[in-house]
């Protein structure tokens, strides 16, 4: 049976089971597992509450003007900035089109909380509260700013800063991205023969004689309090973020470390000559003084 909807021109079958491979959301841009509306023809793919979506809304952030549901962005770019959390958007927005007003699917699910407090207010709006395996003593809320007075902070799973909407722990201040609380468990990469498993850190793929690990795709290395992508088989691992990237050749590696050397280098040249010219124009003024004063 097809099911349609208004963002496509084809007709979507409801898919029930797990996806065999990673399919990514055409509505919100978030990753597909089951549950899916889809079009194999195209490529396209909507998680269940994404097709049913209301088509419009009326939202406390812009009381203004209702905002419509639109399937794609109209501006110039191909993309919009969320007016919420601040972050490009390229699929679904709910939108007001007088006023250029635009808010994420998810995050029109949010109402505004203040960023000055570190302890969401439940008496403001109901947010949402999830637990999580990455931190099972307490909850997180999904908060859409910072609960921090610099509007900042560092997601405990890709270790990259944040300053939109975020699951956070105001008791631990452990906070993660929205992308990085909906990693998958699993994810398989084309260049690898079996499954990637998400670790919540490093140290569970370390063996007693390690102290880190390197990143299998960039490079780099990962540091223990991350989460990492690894099949133990293989003691084959990436950073979150590198999953599904390119993995790095060699011959880029290291050239990139020769170019590192060369920053390094040029560091202490440049110091050490701003080293010399600073004691000769201290020798030149005491020595005059000197040949003055004799």
Not at 213 to 238: H, P, Q, S
Request: aromatic share 10%; with cysteine.
């Amino acid at each position: 049976m097809e099911h349609k909807h208004f963002s496509h021109p084809h007709g979507l079958a409801f898919h029930q089971k797990k996806l065999k491979s990673e399919k990514v959301c055409s509505g919100c841009k978030f990753p597909c597992y089951e549950q899916t509306y889809v079009c194999w023809e195209c490529n396209f793919f909507l998680h269940e509450q994404c097709f049913r979506a209301t088509r419009s809304i009326d939202h406390p952030s812009h009381p203004a003007h209702p905002l419509n549901l639109i399937p794609y962005p109209t501006y110039p770019g191909g993309r919009f900035y969320c007016d919420s959390c601040s972050e490009p958007g390229s699929g679904f927005s709910f939108s007001c089109s007088k006023c250029d007003y635009d808010l994420h699917l998810h995050c029109s699910k949010i109402n505004v909380v203040s960023s000055t407090s570190s302890i969401p207010n439940p008496s403001q709006s109901p947010l949402k509260q999830i637990n999580h395996k990455c931190h099972p003593k307490h909850v997180l809320h999904l908060l859409s700013s910072p609960p921090y007075t610099q509007g900042e902070y560092i997601c405990s799973a890709c270790g990259e800063d944040g300053n939109a909407s975020v699951y956070n722990c105001s008791i631990c201040e452990f906070d993660l991205h929205e992308k990085c609380e909906a990693l998958p468990e699993t994810m398989k990469r084309k260049d690898h023969e079996h499954q990637l498993i998400l670790l919540y850190s490093v140290d569970q793929a370390l063996t007693t004689a390690d102290s880190e690990f390197t990143c299998d795709v960039c490079f780099r290395i990962i540091a223990n309090n991350l989460w990492m992508y690894y099949c133990k088989e293989c003691d084959f691992g990436t950073h979150v973020n590198c999953v599904m990237a390119k993995a790095r050749s060699q011959m880029e590696v290291v050239l990139e470390q020769n170019l590192a050397a060369q920053v390094e280098l040029v560091k202490i040249q440049n110091a050490v000559s701003l080293s010399t010219a600073r004691a000769n124009i201290i020798s030149s003024f005491y020595g005059g003084h000197m040949r003055r004063y004799y």
